[in-house]
């Protein structure tokens, strides 16, 4: 089984940008599509964008197309979130999750395994 680690979080500006990371601790990434969501306080968790195992092909929540890009890199065991053109509402922590075949989802229930989370905060 594949252990998950985000990290890249912090205080960021409006209209900054921040790039989240998704490691492994141990095992490769390579076989598993990866989804990556949020959750604001007082908020259910969300979809945000989500990447395929051997396609890479990747899919993206309404609110964030456009200024949101997930990529991959099997060497590093590493999926990546690149955060742009950052809003207040925003705000979440976000989390990365697995699920074994290529194709990614954006149901939450389609994940087996999670991250701990990474906290963004968008300052104005």
């Known amino acids: 089984q594949v252990q998950l680690v985000e990290s890249g979080g912090g205080l960021v500006q409006v209209g900054g940008s921040l790039k989240l990371s998704c490691t492994t601790s141990?095992?490769?990434?390579?076989?598993?599509?990866v989804g990556w969501f949020r959750q604001a306080p007082g908020k259910e968790r969300e979809f945000v964008a989500g990447?395929?195992?051997?396609?890479?092909?990747?899919g993206y929540a309404d609110s964030v197309s456009g200024r949101y890009i997930t990529s991959r890199n099997n060497t590093e065991n590493t999926v990546y979130l690149q955060m742009n053109s950052l809003k207040p509402e925003d705000t979440a922590v976000y989390y990365c999750?697995?699920?074994?075949?290529?194709?990614?989802?954006?149901?939450?229930?389609?994940?087996?395994?999670w991250g701990q989370g990474t906290q963004v905060t968008v300052s104005s």
């Open positions: 141990r095992g490769a990434l390579s076989p598993y599509a």
């Open positions: 999750a697995d699920r074994y075949g290529s194709p990614w989802s954006g149901l939450d229930s389609a994940y087996n395994s």
């Open positions: 990447i395929s195992a051997s396609t890479g092909m990747t």
